[in-house]
């Protein structure tokens, strides 16, 4: 079974850090994986995407320089550190992947329909 399951979002005050952990079974290799984030009465935004096994990552703009995405490819695992966390940074965080099938290196272009529960980060001034 294709799954994505996240953990580690909370409540911290801004400038603090958080470190979002997603896991993935049924799958792993050569494909895309990410994060988007959607706030209320926001539109959904992705955050950082990879292709698993690539050195290549992307950011949006709004993160670069405070968001690193990382793996551990034995746990089949992706990791989001996120510090100097903003107010701004307040939504709910999605893992994403695409299915194997329908992955290539173009990341930021895809279709991602491969999502977890989702888990509330909080950032408060």
């Known amino acids: 079974q294709v799954k994505l399951a996240e953990s580690g979002g909370g409540s911290v005050q801004a400038g603090g850090s958080l470190r979002l952990i997603c896991a993935a079974s049924?799958?792993?290799?050569?494909?895309?994986m990410g994060w988007f984030r959607q706030a209320p009465g926001k539109e959904r935004e992705g955050v950082t995407f990879?292709?698993?096994?690539?050195?290549?990552?992307y950011y949006a703009d709004s993160v670069k320089g405070r968001f690193t995405l990382s793996t551990d490819d034995s746990k089949r695992t992706i990791y989001l550190q996120m510090n100097n966390l903003k107010p701004e940074d307040t939504a709910m965080y999605y893992c994403?992947?695409?299915?194997?099938?329908?992955?290539?290196?173009?990341?930021?272009?895809?279709?991602?329909?491969?999502w977890g529960q989702g888990t509330q980060v909080t950032v408060s001034s």
């Open positions: 049924g799958f792993y290799s050569s494909t895309c």
């Open positions: 994403v992947a695409v299915p194997p099938r329908d992955s290539g290196p173009a990341c930021p272009t895809l279709d991602y329909t491969i």
């Open positions: 990879m292709y698993t096994g690539s050195s290549r990552i």
